[in-house]
Structures are given as C-alpha cells and as structure tokens.
C-alpha cells in the first residue's frame, strides 16, 4: 500500500542545484529505510544515496559525494535530494524507493517504487 511520488525534476544547468521530493503515503515513512537511484539512458538503475529507517546510517554512490544530500522528515512522510554542482552526468530519470530492511543501496533490495523524475542538466 506504500506510494511514493516523485517530484522537482526538471532541467538544469550545470553548476546549479535541484531538489527532489518524494511524498509517501499509505504507510508512516518512519518504518522505512529509503533511497534515491537513477537511470540514464542506456544504463543500468544504479543507487544515488540511501538512508536507513532510523536516519542514522547513509550511503552515497562515490559519483555524487559531497554534492548530494539525502534526508528524510517523517513527520511530512516526504523524502528529499538535495542536489548541488550539478553535472551533465548527473542527467537521468530519479526514482525514489522504500525497504521495510536495509540491506543494499542497490535497486534489487528495494521493493517499492515512485514513478521517477527526469532530471536534465545541460547549458
């Protein structure tokens, strides 16, 4: 019964910022562990970040570290990325994804899926 919507997708340049939010309903986010991973065009589904249920424990892909930003607000049962210094690599289609166990920032260990949000970067 967990829904979860993307949104703040759009186009960019590079250099700036973007943040996506991903509302979840159904369920209270805090029995979650959530992540965030991207699809570009010809590639495999790979993790961006993830974050545990008790938001004490997060992983960043090596790609994005320093730039991006996962966090949660279950009070809002909304889940953010904070995107900064952009890139052109960066463009993909962002999905957000919710495990009741955290095992693997990878996409097999998260069943529950948005629908995504493309995100453009480019001059």
């Known amino acids: 019964q967990l829904q979860l919507v993307e949104s703040g997708g759009g186009l960019v340049q590079p250099g700036g910022s973007l943040r996506l939010s991903c509302a979840a309903s159904g369920f209270s986010l805090d029995y979650f562990a959530i992540g965030w991973f991207r699809q570009a065009p010809g590639k495999e589904r790979e993790g961006v970040s993830c974050m545990s249920k008790s938001g004490r424990s997060t992983n960043y892909a090596d790609s994005v570290k320093g730039r991006f930003t996962i966090s949660r607000d279950n009070a809002k049962n909304m889940v953010y990325l904070q995107m900064n210094s952009l890139k052109p690599e960066d463009t993909a289609i962002y999905y957000c994804?919710?495990?009741?166990?955290?095992?693997?920032?990878?996409?097999?260990?998260?069943?529950?899926w948005g629908q995504g949000t493309q995100v453009t970067v480019s001059s």
């Open positions: 994804a919710a495990a009741g166990l955290f095992r693997r920032c990878v996409s097999a260990d998260f069943p529950s």
